[in-house]
């Protein structure tokens, strides 16, 4: 199973970026995905969950209104899509995949985890 993150990198606040998620190894389609995220000294916290077929999502409290996820089952991919960044959503973004139809926030509930994407927002 792999799970490969892409699209991190240092941004200026206010700035968008928009990561990725590929998957190979195991089914996709069906199953919840999640981002999570880790600043240093922090503990990990989601940022935003998908159920299998894209119908039930979450959003942390710091994301609703900036950020997007989203899915496309025929690629294997998802995505996060995330506006107006600030200084504290500087962190290793993580992508996690569920052996359930939706897991949302609970990141025991994902066994397969990618290594991260650094993102950092200067102010």
Request: net charge neutral; charged share 15%.
């Amino acid at each position: 199973v792999q799970l490969v993150e892409s699209g991190g990198g240092l941004v200026q606040a206010g700035d968008s970026v928009r990561l990725s998620c590929t998957v190979s190894g195991r089914t996709f389609s069906g199953y919840g995905m999640g981002w999570f995220r880790q600043a240093p000294g922090k503990e990990r916290e989601v940022v935003a969950a998908m159920s299998g077929n894209g119908d039930s999502v979450y959003y942390a409290d710091s994301m609703k209104g900036r950020g997007t996820i989203s899915r496309d089952n025929a690629k294997n991919t998802v995505h996060l899509q995330m506006n107006n960044l600030k200084p504290e959503d500087t962190a290793v973004y993580y992508c996690a995949a569920s052996w359930t139809y939706y897991s949302g926030p609970n990141y025991a509930l994902y066994p397969d985890w990618g290594q991260g994407t650094q993102v950092t927002v200067s102010s």
